[in-house]
């Protein structure tokens, strides 16, 4: 089964300062990647994901991830951090079984809190 | 297109009531997903449909939940009879089945049992 590990509870940043959130996920197939973020009281907005390809992608709101299979690693990045930014973030594994639809499986989530 | 839309937003009631969830997927998708979020266990699947055919309900906690889907356009999500730890937030999303697809959510429901 398939599974992701964010190691980060909370992260904690300077508005400006640069980001990455950690992602590390178990599947034993080819991976299909998510980064989702949730504003307090919202649903999940997906922000980029992974299928195939360039392993480098971007996303909406400056936001991009590298996939890395050496290191089954899918971590999300953005230069600088906006106070808007602060928000919880879930990175996701999708499994795709013969037939159906990917399932996304989630990580506990990264909450992310940016100081002035 | 509007998105997923789940009603109500916000529910509270009784231990031992019956509750009902609701969830409109976006138009097209053909498949659809029932999530719950709590801080203790986080994102978790409870049920999801193909072509409004449950696949896989296993992460259905027990038998006091249930869901269907009448149609390509609507399902519910029944807890009969509600405990206080059923408090969650759960969320519902679509998808187009198919390859190099994302799932959607909605605003999720907000559940407080008391």
């Known amino acids: 089964a398939q599974s992701v590990t964010q190691p980060d509870i909370h992260i904690t940043v300077s508005e400006g300062a640069s980001l990455e959130l950690r992602c590390n996920y178990s599947?034993?197939?080819?991976?299909?990647l998510f980064w989702y973020v949730q504003s307090p009281g919202q649903g999940l907005q997906l922000l980029l994901k992974?299928?195939?390809?360039?392993?480098l992608v971007q996303g909406i709101k400056g936001f991009e991830a590298e996939f890395k299979r050496s290191q089954s690693s899918f971590n999300l990045r953005k230069p600088s951090v906006h106070w808007s930014d602060a928000a919880e973030y879930f990175c996701?594994?999708?499994?795709?079984?013969?037939?159906?639809?990917?399932?996304?499986?989630f990580g506990r989530g990264t909450s992310l809190i940016v100081h002035p | 297109d509007a998105g997923v839309i789940q009603s109500p937003r916000h529910e509270v009631t009784e231990m031992g009531q019956e509750v009902t969830l609701r969830c409109k997927p976006i138009?097209?998708?053909?498949?659809l997903f029932w999530y719950r979020q709590t801080m203790m266990r986080g994102l978790e699947l409870l049920i999801y449909?193909?072509?409004?055919?449950?696949?896989?309900d296993s992460g259905m906690p027990e038998d006091r939940f249930s869901a269907k889907m009448p149609n390509a356009s609507f399902s519910t999500l029944k807890i009969q009879p509600s405990e206080p730890r059923d408090s969650a937030v759960y969320f519902c999303?679509?998808?187009?089945?198919?390859?190099?697809?994302?799932?959607?959510f909605g605003q999720g429901t907000r559940l407080t049992v008391v």
């Open positions: 999303a679509s998808s187009l089945r198919g390859e190099n697809t994302e799932a959607f």
């Open positions: 599947y034993g197939a080819t991976p299909y």
């Open positions: 992974y299928f195939s390809g360039d392993t």
């Open positions: 996701a594994v999708g499994a795709k079984p013969a037939g159906g639809s990917y399932i996304p499986t």
């Open positions: 138009s097209g998708h053909n498949s």
């Open positions: 449909f193909n072509n409004n055919v449950p696949i896989d």
